[in-house]
């Protein structure tokens, strides 16, 4: 699977933006897709997923509330609301396909990736 992420940018804190990420094909081992995000020197951290048959939504505890993940089933897209924007936001921002059990979600094992999209938030 080919996954395409774009809608990356610059944005003052508090603004919004929408990340997208486009599936080339949606196999069986397709059972969740989502984003995480990785700053330079750090570990890459989950961000948000979403079930590709359940519809199930999964966040960190540092987005919730603020960004919303959806999916295009037909497009066979995700998305990435991010609203409230912070300078520690700021990153670049990856989907992946977990084809793995649900207990390993938030790892990053399992995972099929796509190239990342810069997310810059200025204070």
């Known amino acids: 699977v080919q996954l395409q992420a774009s809608g990356g940018g610059l944005v003052q804190a508090g603004g919004s933006l929408r990340l997208s990420c486009a599936a080339s094909?949606?196999?069986?081992?397709?059972?969740?897709i989502g984003w995480f995000r990785q700053v330079l020197g750090k570990e890459r951290e989950f961000v948000a997923a979403?079930?590709?048959?359940?519809?199930?939504?999964y966040y960190a505890d540092s987005v919730k509330g603020r960004f919303t993940i959806s999916k295009d089933n037909a497009k066979n897209e995700v998305y990435l609301q991010m609203t409230s924007l912070k300078p520690e936001d700021t990153a670049v921002y990856f989907c992946?396909?977990?084809?793995?059990?649900?207990?390993?979600?938030?790892?990053?094992?399992?995972?099929?990736w796509g190239q990342g999209t810069l997310v810059t938030v200025s204070s």
């Open positions: 979403v079930g590709w048959m359940s519809g199930h939504t």
């Open positions: 992946a396909v977990h084809s793995g059990i649900l207990s390993s979600l938030r790892s990053l094992l399992s995972k099929n």
């Open positions: 094909e949606r196999t069986s081992s397709t059972r969740y």
